[in-house]
Nanobody, 125 residues
């Protein structure tokens, strides 16, 4: 079982940047995909970005495309989310997630095997 621990959240103003990190213990080697989801207050949890095949394939939601970048450093067993040009609507709890199986890709909540506890991102106008 992979344990996921997020860090890097905080409060920024509109247009600012943050980089989220997710440390996977013991390693990322057993994962098929990793992803960042977010959940705003009163909203459903939604996928923000996902990464497959050790980093060769990435997906982004339309709302963050061009502003966020997902990456993975397998030597450090760490997943990252670089968030630029942040907007108030990006305010949410951000969760690191993983799936071990190709039949359950990291695109919906129901496919996820393991979640981190989350890190809060708040963007003020």
């Amino acid at each position: 079982q992979v344990q996921l621990v997020e860090s890097g959240g905080g409060s920024v103003q509109t247009g600012g940047s943050l980089r989220l990190s997710c440390a996977a213990q013991p390693s990322t080697s057993s994962t098929y995909c990793m992803a960042w989801f977010r959940q705003a207050l009163g909203q459903e949890r939604e996928r923000v970005a996902a990464i497959y095949s050790g980093g060769s394939v990435t997906y982004y939601s339309d709302s963050v495309k061009g502003r966020f970048t997902i990456s993975q450093d397998n030597t450090k067993n760490t997943l990252y989310l670089q968030m630029n040009s942040l907007k108030p609507e990006d305010t949410a709890m951000y969760y690191c997630a993983t799936s071990r199986s190709a039949i359950r890709p990291c695109n919906v909540v129901g496919n996820i095997d393991q979640w981190g506890r989350g890190t809060q991102v708040t963007v003020s106008s």
